[in-house]
């Protein structure tokens, strides 16, 4: 196991286009969780599923955000007509939950948006 | 919204003194972990110390926690260079495998 996998690492676009993130978290995890980060902040909740059922959404995520998780595998999260204001690094992280059993996270590198 | 908030917001230290970041958080929790961030990576778990444990020991790493205090230490011992990162504290916002929600984080410099 590699680990959780994030793709594209760098992306560069131009304001109104939509871009698309891939995330593969750990096999025989089964929470995948999306964070977006701007520089000089801690990682901001976005959403999260459990298999393939997406369970909380911030409201941090406005209508332009979608994140799918297709059979409970690996997760995008597409912004439409971004803007400058997206740009952020966008963190994925799984986990598996037992249980009661504690939350920790596995994160990716991340991928890094900038909205010009 | 954050849960945690770290203090200080930079710390830089020599390498090999001791290095203490510290974390409050506002409401009740049943664990609390610390993370490591390089930079422009992702986070790293370093370690979970659970409500009903006051004291945690991982290598070089300690972690204390007073619930009464809503707070919690991290104390890295004999630096290094390589310790140079960011360290966030995460809680879960409701019960033990609720969401992690993340402090805005310490960034320390370790310098040769």
């Known amino acids: 196991d590699t680990g959780v996998s994030q793709n594209p690492r760098h992306k560069i676009t131009k304001r109104g286009q939509n871009v698309t993130f891939r995330c593969d978290p750990i096999?025989?995890?089964?929470?995948l969780y999306w964070y977006r980060q701007t520089l000089g902040q801690g990682p901001e909740f976005l959403t999260y599923?459990?298999?393939?059922?997406?369970?909380?959404k911030s409201r941090l995520l406005s209508d332009r955000f979608s994140a799918e998780r297709p059979k409970g595998s690996f997760s995008t999260l597409e912004i439409q007509r971004t803007e400058q204001g997206d740009s952020a690094m966008y963190l994925c992280?799984?986990?598996?939950?037992?249980?009661?059993?504690?939350?920790?996270?596995?994160f990716g590198a991340g991928s890094r948006l900038t909205v010009l | 919204s954050q849960q945690g908030e770290e203090d200080p917001q930079a710390l830089s230290i020599q390498e090999g003194e001791n290095a203490t970041m510290n974390c409050s958080y506002k409401?009740?929790?049943?664990?609390l972990q610390w993370y490591r961030q390089n930079s422009g990576r992702g986070l790293v778990h370093l370690i979970l110390i659970r409500s009903n444990e006051r004291e945690k020991h991982s290598g070089r790493l300690r972690v204390t926690l007073d619930t009464s205090k809503k707070s919690s230490s991290l104390l890295i011992t004999a630096s290094r260079a390589a310790d140079t990162a960011s360290y966030f504290c995460?809680?879960?916002?409701?019960?033990?495998?609720?969401?992690?929600?993340f402090g805005t984080g310490t960034r320390l410099q370790v310098t040769l």
């Open positions: 409401t009740s929790i049943n664990n």
């Open positions: 995460a809680t879960p916002l409701t019960g033990t495998a609720s969401k992690l929600t």
């Open positions: 992280a799984s986990s598996l939950i037992r249980g009661t059993g504690a939350n920790v996270l596995t």
């Open positions: 599923f459990q298999n393939e059922a997406q369970l909380e």
């Open positions: 096999s025989e995890h089964n929470r």
